[in-house]
């Protein structure tokens, strides 16, 4: 099975729509994040948790919202989905350890379409 | 700002050869050092990560980093068509306090075609 699953993998919604995107993970890390690449913009950050309870926004958090339900649970939220939104997303989670080098893993992504 | 420059390429290489890919960064506290592979419509997958000065190498993949010329390399020997791919190079920077914290700046990528 894999370390770090999305649902849904596909996703087409209209403008104005809310929308959910789940990530869950088995690592057994404490950190999770979200991004979103279009292409020519590379991975961007959206939101990341270092915590249950430590909640930040990343580059590009305007009209996305999230939700750290567990250890093991990122989700994220489209309020009212746009057509700029449509694009590439991933979570990705890291583990902290003393001398770590916070490497991330990412989860096989999910293809979100608003027409 | 912090920022993370790679040449998008597309870099073309001959089967058997040795792809060398470059990437620059603009922050000195920077920490730990990334290469990951991603396929097209794929999710990035991790090759290698290097923190100290020199080479470190795994296989056919190399990574060189130069923290005073704020420069990191990825070589690929006997490039093989299956590594075709776009690859990504992520920085783990440092916070103010100068502690190792987990969040990465990515590079746009380079496009790397091996053909046979």
């Known amino acids: 099975d894999a370390d770090v699953t999305q649902t849904p993998r596909n996703r087409i919604t209209k403008t104005g729509k809310r929308i959910m995107l789940e990530c869950s993970q088995t690592k057994g890390h404490d950190r999770m994040y979200w991004y979103r690449q279009d292409p020519g913009l590379g991975l961007r950050l959206i939101y990341y948790?270092?915590?249950?309870?430590?909640?930040n926004k990343g580059e590009i958090s305007d009209g996305y919202s999230v939700s750290r339900q567990a250890q093991a649970k990122f989700s994220l939220s489209l309020e009212s989905a746009i057509p700029n939104q449509t694009a590439l997303y991933f979570c990705?989670?890291?583990?902290?350890?003393?001398?770590?080098?916070?490497?991330?893993?990412f989860g096989p992504g999910t293809r979100l379409t608003v027409t | 700002q912090k920022e993370v420059e790679q040449n998008s390429g597309p870099l073309s290489v001959p089967e058997g050869a040795i792809a060398s890919l470059n990437c620059t960064y603009s922050d000195r506290g920077s920490q730990s050092f990334f290469w990951y592979r991603q396929y097209s419509g794929k999710s990035p997958e991790l090759i290698m990560f290097?923190?100290?000065?020199g080479d470190k190498e795994d296989g056919r993949f190399t990574a060189q980093l130069n923290k005073a010329s704020q420069y990191v390399s990825l070589l690929i020997r006997d490039s093989q068509p299956s590594d075709s791919a776009t690859y990504l190079c992520a920085v783990n920077s440092a916070n103010a306090g100068g502690t190792s914290y987990g969040k990465l700046t990515f590079g746009q990528g380079t496009i790397l075609t091996v053909h046979p």
């Open positions: 290097i923190y100290s000065n």
């Open positions: 990705a989670t890291s583990g902290a350890s003393s001398g770590s080098s916070y490497e991330q893993y």
């Open positions: 948790s270092f915590d249950v309870k430590d909640i």
